[in-house]
């Protein structure tokens, strides 16, 4: 049974750092072709796909916010973590990590298929 | 930056048959999926590489692709499928992924 949960600050302030952890189970990121991504979603608003991390190392970005985000992982730990420079109130967002296969020939993907509940993060003096 | 463009909303009786569309360049290259969410919760995939459908997801959502458009079709749509609906794909190049803007679908 594949599990993610975020964990991370509620609150932050303009122009901190936000650093975000996904902890997984059942999947293992040393598995080729598996990948994590982060995802978020502005109150009343959109999702946005920000960052994948694949088992390779392979990292993608949200071009728009490329310069803002690191993402790494910890496959010891069955962890990715997600850093977000400089925030913003409008980055006031519940942020998602999710599964997705890929980023292999003869892989499948059959999209974002497991998601976490979500972590609420507001940017705010 | 590559996007994706959904209607913002769809109405239909129970019943009646909905269909959501979604249009982006690289549609006609990418594969496109289709998330299912309801207020408070995470999305759920409902439809992948544009006409697949995940096991435990009913026989009455469907998915069709012709070049830049891609289409969610509900058929017999039920009160509980009243939620939002996402696309999503990825650029031509495959490098990144993008969602649709949302679609509201109102169950009358």
């Known amino acids: 049974q594949i599990t993610l949960k975020e964990s991370g600050p509620t609150l932050v302030k303009p122009t901190q750092t936000l650093t975000l952890t996904c902890t997984f189970s059942?999947?293992?990121?040393?598995?080729?072709?598996?990948?994590v991504g982060w995802i978020r979603q502005p109150p009343g608003k959109a999702l946005e796909w920000l960052a994948l991390i694949y088992w390779d190392d392979d990292k993608r970005y949200r071009p728009s916010l490329k310069s803002r985000l690191t993402i790494t992982k910890d496959s010891s730990k069955n962890q990715v973590v997600l850093t977000m420079t400089n925030m913003d109130p409008v980055d006031t967002a519940t942020y998602y990590c999710a599964h997705r296969l890929g980023g292999l020939r003869g892989v499948i993907s059959r999209g974002f298929d497991y998601w976490g509940q979500g972590t609420l993060v507001t940017v705010s003096s | 930056s590559y996007g994706l463009t959904q209607p913002p909303s769809v109405s239909v009786s129970p019943g009646q048959t909905a269909r959501i569309t979604c249009s982006g360049e690289a549609l006609s290259d990418q594969y496109a999926y289709w998330y299912q969410q309801k207020p408070g919760q995470a999305p759920v995939v409902v439809i992948y590489r544009d006409s697949e459908r995940p096991s435990g997801i009913p026989e009455r959502f469907s998915g069709s692709s012709s070049g830049t458009t891609v289409t969610l079709t509900i058929s017999g749509v039920q009160a509980e499928d009243e939620a939002d609906y996402y696309c999503q794909s990825s650029d031509s190049s495959g490098t990144y992924w993008v969602f649709g803007g949302r679609t509201k679908l109102t169950v009358l």
């Open positions: 059942g999947f293992s990121l040393s598995t080729s072709g598996v990948g």
